[in-house]
C-alpha cells in the first residue's frame, strides 16, 4: 500500500509564456473521453466553437498552423478563460505530471515531453530512487472499488526487486556505459525467460523462494566479476562499428514509420537519416561518433538520468501484460534514438550539453511517448521483429 513520488516532482514549475516550446504548441492534443463528452455539451457561442475547433474522427484539438486552435494571441488557453481549471480536458489538467497505478503502488512522476521538466529529470542527482508514502486503508479500499481487476501483489513484487538491481547496474560507473546497456537486456532476457515458466505453472513459489530467486538473479548481475564476464561476451558481438550502423540506421527507420505527432516530423527523421546514413561514409560516421562520445564525456549522469527514467516508467507496467523484456527494450531503444539524435545535432551544430540532450529527449518522448499509436506500434516491433532480438539490439546499442 504505496505511493511513489518521484525526488524531482515537487520542483517542477510551468514556464508559461516564457516555455520555448509551449505544449499548446508543435503536436495534437488528445481529449480524453469524459472530457470530450463534456465538450459536446456545451451550449452558446463557445460550445459551437468547440465543436468545430475538435477533430473527432482523432478526438483530438485541431491545430492552427502549429498550435492548438484555443490557444490565442496573449499565450493563454480560451477553454480555461471560458470554462475555467474544470473545463480543460484530462492531458491539459495534469500535464507534464502523471500518474501510474499498479494495483498496490501508485507513483507519480513528470513526463519528459515537456521541456522543464525534462531539464529537472537530467540534472537530478537523486533519479531513480522515490519519494515513499503510505496511503491510509480507506484510499485503496475506493481504488479497488473502482478497478476490480487489480494485479497479484506477487507480480509486482518480482518486478520492483528487479527495478531495483536494474537502478543499481544503470548507476554503476565502473563500468562501460554500452556495456551497462548490454547487460539490462541480458537481465531482462533471463528474467523473462524464468517468470514466464513460473507464470505459466500458476506460480507455485513461496514468498521466501521467489525472494531467493530475485536476489540470485540480482547477484549474477552485480557481481564485480559479471562486468568482466561480460565484456568478453560482448567483444566479439559490438567489435564492428560498422555493425552498430546498419543496426541503428534501421532502428531510424522504424522512427520515420510514426504517425507524426511533433510538426514536421516526417521531414525531421528524414533529414537525420540522410545526413547520418546516406551523406556519409561509414568511416566518416564512426569518426563523428568518436567525436561526439568525447565531446558529451561530461553527460554521464544525464545519460543514466534518461535510463532511469525510462526503466521507472515501464518496467512495473508488465504487472498488467507481463512482458517486462520488450518495456526494457523500449527504455534501451529510447535511449539509443536520442544519442543518435543528439549524434545528428552535433554533426551539423557541434553542440552537445545538457541544454541539446533535454531538446533531444523531449521532442522524442512527443513523438513516441505521447502517441498510443506510436506507442503501440513500437512495443509490437521490439516485441516480434528479429531486428530487436537479443543479439540484434547488442549489436546496435
Ligand atoms: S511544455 Fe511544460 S513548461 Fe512548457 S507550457 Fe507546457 S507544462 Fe509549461
Known amino acids: 500500500m504505496n505511493y511513489h513520488i518521484q525526488t524531482c516532482f515537487h520542483h517542477f514549475i510551468c514556464t508559461g509564456a516564457e516555455c520555448e516550446d509551449t505544449c499548446c504548441k508543435g503536436w495534437r492534443i488528445r481529449i480524453d473521453r469524459q472530457s470530450y463528452r463534456n465538450y459536446l ?80 529529470i537530467l540534472e537530478d542527482e537523486t533519479q531513480g530512487m522515490w519519494k515513499e508514502k503510505k496511503r491510509p486503508a480507506v484510499f485503496w479500499e475506493q481504488q479497488t472499488a473502482v ?91 559490438q567489435g564492428a562499428g560498422k555493425e552498430q550502423r546498419i543496426r541503428i540506421a534501421a532502428w531510424m527507420r522504424l522512427m520515420q514509420r510514426m504517425e507524426p505527432v511533433l510538426f514536421g516530423w516526417e521531414q525531421k527523421a528524414a533529414r537525420m537519416c540522410s545526413s547520418l546514413y546516406h551523406q556519409r561514409s561509414a568511416a566518416e560516421y564512426q569518426l563523428l561518433c568518436l567525436d561526439f562520445d568525447e565531446a558529451a564525456a561530461s553527460l554521464e549522469q544525464e545519460w543514466e538520468n534518461l535510463m532511469l527514467y525510462f526503466v521507472n516508467t515501464y518496467v512495473l507496467g508488465a504487472v498488467y501484460d507481463g512482458d517486462v523484456y520488450t518495456k526494457v527494450k523500449l527504455a534501451v531503444f529510447g535511449t539509443r534514438i536520442i544519442r543518435e539524435w543528439c549524434l545528428f545535432r552535433y554533426g551539423t551544430s557541434g553542440k552537445i550539453n545538457r541544454e541539446e540532450l533535454a531538446g533531444a529527449a523531449y521532442r522524442y518522448s512527443r513523438e513516441v511517448e505521447n502517441c498510443d499509436e506510436n506507442l503501440d506500434l513500437l512495443e509490437e516491433e521490439l516485441g516480434q521483429n528479429p531486428l530487436f532480438g537479443l543479439e540484434e539490439m547488442l549489436k546496435g546499442i
Not at 78 to 85: Q, V
Not at 170 to 185: E, G
Open 147 to 237: 478497478r476490480k481487476n487489480w494485479p497479484k501483489p506477487e507480480l509486482l513484487e518480482d518486478l520492483e526487486e528487479l527495478r531495483r538491481t536494474m537502478v543499481c547496474l544503470i548507476k554503476d560507473r565502473s563500468v562501460d556505459w554500452r556495456q551497462r546497456q548490454a547487460m539490462l537486456l541480458a537481465l531482462a532476457h533471463d528474467f523473462q525467460r524464468h517468470w514466464n515458466k513460473i507464470r505459466e505453472a500458476g506460480y507455485p513459489y513461496s514468498r521466501q523462494r521467489r525472494r531467493q530467486w530475485g536476489k540470485r538473479l540480482s547477484k549474477r548481475y552485480l557481481a564485480r566479476e559479471a562486468a568482466g564476464r561480460f565484456a568478453r561476451r560482448l567483444e566479439h558481438l
Open 41 to 120: 455539451q456545451v451550449s452558446g457561442a463557445f460550445g459551437h466553437r468547440l465543436f468545430w475547433e475538435i477533430d473527432h474522427g482523432r478526438r483530438s484539438f485541431r491545430m492552427r498552423g502549429r498550435a492548438c486552435a484555443f490557444l490565442n494571441r496573449e499565450g493563454f488557453c480560451d477553454i480555461y478563460k471560458e470554462l475555467g481549471r474544470k473545463g480543460l480536458c484530462r492531458g491539459c489538467r495534469e500535464y507534464p505530471r502523471h500518474r501510474e497505478n499498479y494495483g498496490q503502488l501508485q507513483e507519480v512522476m513528470l513526463s519528459l515531453s515537456c521541456p522543464e521538466a525534462a531539464r529537472l
